[in-house]
């Protein structure tokens, strides 16, 4: 099993900057593929980034692209989402996730292959 929890959640200006993370712990936490997804009212679960185990590998949703990073701290068990640019659609609940995936890639933008969620955490950019 794998527990994750984010935090860094908040309200921010449209042009501000927040920087997500989630807390993972378990076994072999550190060896899985992880990502970051939201969740907009009465809209899908959206894929924002993935990134591989040892972190080397990236992979970005167009939306985010150049405006959102994605890494990985291993030796704190961390991952973090820094956001750039925000703006007021990137208003949503955004949550972490693990994957047993090996690769980084188109494959990492399914939901249904993430093995372990966080509960999210509240994102509202205001205009």
């Known amino acids: 099993q794998v527990q994750l929890v984010e935090s860094g959640g908040g309200l921010v200006q449209a042009g501000g900057s927040l920087r997500l993370s989630c807390a993972a712990s378990?076994?072999?936490?550190?060896?899985?593929?992880m990502g970051w997804f939201r969740q907009a009212p009465g809209e899908e679960r959206e894929f924002l980034a993935a990134?591989?185990?040892?972190?080397?590998?990236?992979y970005y949703a167009d939306s985010v692209k150049g405006r959102f990073t994605i890494s990985r701290d291993n030796a704190k068990n961390t991952l973090y989402l820094q956001m750039n640019s925000l703006k007021p659609e990137d208003t949503a609940v955004y949550y972490c996730?693990?994957?047993?995936?090996?690769?980084?890639?188109?494959?990492?933008?399914?939901?249904?292959?993430?093995?372990?969620w966080g509960q999210g955490t509240q994102v509202t950019v205001s205009s």
């Open positions: 996730a693990a994957s047993r995936l090996t690769i980084v890639g188109v494959v990492t933008t399914n939901p249904a292959l993430y093995d372990y």
């Open positions: 378990g076994r072999t936490s550190s060896s899985y593929t």
């Open positions: 990134i591989s185990w040892i972190g080397i590998s990236t």
